[in-house]
């Protein structure tokens, strides 16, 4: 199998080796999950993370906005 493929399929390439845009798609999903449950009441007492996941916790902690936060997700190829 050479790489970018997968064997026994013809799918060439991997969507997830798009680095830029899986990242900003873990940083929509975690802020989302994040936004939903603040919606229902819940608020976290300390939020975390690691990688993008850093990213997801200063917005929601609201250390930084979505915009900014998703402009570093976009460039997290080149920091990460």
């Known amino acids: 199998v050479r790489a970018g493929e997968r064997a026994g ?5 991997d969507p997830f080796d798009d680095h830029e845009a899986s990242g900003l798609a873990i940083y929509l999903i975690e802020r989302a999950l994040a936004v ?37 997700a976009l460039a997290s190829r080149q920091v990460f």
């Open 9 to 13: 399929t013809d799918l060439v390439g």
């Open 36 to 72: 939903t449950l603040a919606g229902r009441g819940v608020h976290p007492a300390v939020v975390l993370g690691s990688s993008i996941g850093m990213l997801a916790a200063a917005a929601t902690a609201g250390a930084i906005g979505d915009e900014a936060a998703i402009d570093l």
